[in-house]
């Protein structure tokens, strides 16, 4: 298999995999849907969202998600909690980069008020509808969400003050154009609050290869010297890992919060 067709294999692989994740969501969460208020076979059981609910709570505060619905909570997929690092203020434009269900984009919403503006960015077609019903359920007006990938994103030079990412970097056949892309469209003296996977030695290659366990966040997780070279790379300073979380204590595997900055007024290190 070729580079190239093996990339295509694992995105394809990474939208079928949030794609399911959303479509379960959506049908289960709809209202009038097949699952009721008694579940049937053809949608995933309650307990699936109980699970969901039982791990973000490690994550996010009751008071974060207290009024978030189930289609948002039980779409949470992140590895840790870039709104509560980012120190948003009232009336910046923040972009969440690979937004999932949305809800670091409603948290940052409620951060930025009425006067901000949240875009989140997604390349799963199912996540943007999910997202974009939840804001409605919500009542989120500052929010919108996009279609696109963040190798590329749909938005124009220096339109954001802040960018937030939720265990979605790792998912990417090419960080180097994730950095590139956002320092792009950051403005001068804008910062970075990403939560995400690294790894501290190596995986087995049986791992590495396959495209399931890159869906799950895992086979394409860099080492964190090199996640962090990649960002210098890009142009961003002040590149601090602020905390590690190991899976397991003998784990190389580990969830990590990054802030970094765009050079510019105020924050430049030259
Ligand atoms: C692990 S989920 C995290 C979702 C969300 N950040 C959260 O915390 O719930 C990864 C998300 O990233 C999206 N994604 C993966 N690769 C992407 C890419 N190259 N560009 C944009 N979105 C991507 C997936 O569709 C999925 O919704």
Redesign the pocket.
């Given at each position: 298999m070729s580079d190239i067709a093996g990339g295509d294999k694992i995105?394809k692989v990474?939208?079928q995999t949030?794609?399911g994740i959303?479509g379960r969501v959506l049908r289960r969460t709809a209202e009038a849907s097949c699952c009721g208020p008694a579940p049937s076979p053809c949608c995933c059981g309650p307990s699936e969202a109980t699970a969901a609910l039982a791990d973000i709570a490690r994550i996010y505060t009751t008071d974060e998600l207290a009024g978030l619905p189930e289609s948002v909570t039980s779409?949470?997929?992140?590895c840790g909690n870039p709104v509560a690092l980012a120190e948003l203020k009232p009336g910046e434009v923040v972009l969440?980069?690979?937004?999932?269900?949305g809800?670091?984009c409603f948290l940052a919403a409620q951060k930025v008020g009425p006067q901000g503006r949240v875009i989140g960015?997604?390349?799963?077609p199912e996540?943007i509808l999910l997202a974009q019903r939840n804001a409605k359920k919500v009542g989120a007006t500052n929010v919108e969400f996009r279609y696109?990938?963040?190798?590329n994103i749909p938005l124009p030079d220096e339109s954001v003050d802040v960018i937030i990412?939720?265990?979605?970097i790792n998912?990417?056949l090419d960080k180097d154009a994730?950095f590139r892309e956002a320092y792009r469209v950051l403005r001068p003296g804008g910062r970075m609050s990403i939560s995400d996977i690294v790894l501290y030695g190596e995986l087995p290659p049986a791992i590495r290869e396959r495209p399931d366990a890159w869906a799950a966040?895992v086979a394409g997780a860099l080492q964190e010297s090199e996640y962090v070279d990649k960002m210098r790379a890009a142009g961003f300073e002040r590149i601090e890992v602020l905390s590690r979380d190991f899976v397991e204590p003998d784990s190389v595997i580990a969830s990590v919060r990054i802030k970094a900055y765009k050079p510019g007024p105020g924050n430049s290190c030259t």
């Open positions: 995105k990474v939208r949030y794609g959303a779409a949470a997929l992140g969440d980069l690979g937004s999932g269900g809800i670091d960015v997604d390349m799963t996540m696109g990938e963040m190798e990412s939720n265990c979605v998912l990417s994730v966040c």
